[in-house]
């Protein structure tokens, strides 16, 4: 059975890390940001956290980000968990603020989440999610692309982050298909 959590901490756990606090003013944020064109299927390239004991690699269950859609202006992130027998999908949607490439979400217990979409090519994504869960604010960093092994500049970039933040790398996880089907 799939552990029940609130949806943006299921985010957070997808991307699997979480990093040094940022205010939302300190964020970059891709100018002219058009979400309709990072819709589809996205691959982790790199993850960071300032706390890497946030996703153990030694856990059988993961939770992988598979793709992002839009829908009029809202964006949802398609993820799903799976290991140990367990495949199930998890949809977490954050809507626009009024600033460009930010979006926010909320689920119970008031709690919160802001997406900057940080850099893009629309081949390759920076993004930065910021969580507020009872109080506790959790910084998400992570380097996507529709190919691996993803472009070398944006990794370049990425990394200069990584190293401002002083964060740590965390695991990947990556999901080939979605769900298979269940057997007879």
């Known amino acids: 059975m799939v552990p029940q959590r609130g949806p943006l901490l299921l985010l957070a756990l997808s991307l699997g890390l979480a990093c040094a606090q940022q205010t939302l003013e300190e964020v970059p944020v891709q100018p002219g940001f058009n979400a309709q064109k990072v819709e589809g299927r996205w691959l982790t390239i790199q993850l960071a956290s300032s706390r890497a004991h946030l996703v ?6 993961r939770l992988g980000l598979h793709s992002i859609w839009t829908r009029d202006e809202d964006v949802t992130f398609v993820l799903f968990w799976t290991g140990e027998g367990v495949c199930q999908g998890v949809n977490v949607t954050v809507h626009p603020t009024g600033l460009q490439g930010q979006f926010q979400g909320s689920w119970e217990g008031g709690n919160s989440m802001h997406v900057c979409f940080v850099g893009t090519d629309y081949s ?3 993004l930065y ?3 507020e869960d009872a109080g506790e604010v959790t910084s998400l960093w992570a380097l996507l692309a529709r190919t691996t092994p993803g472009d070398p500049t944006w990794l370049g970039k990425y990394l200069e982050y990584v190293r401002e933040l002083r964060l740590h790398k965390a695991p990947v996880f990556n999901l080939d298909a979605r769900c298979p089907p269940a057997e007879a």
């Open 56 to 61: 153990s690699p030694a856990d059988p269950l």
């Open 124 to 126: 390759n994504l920076v």
């Open 129 to 131: 999610v910021r969580l």
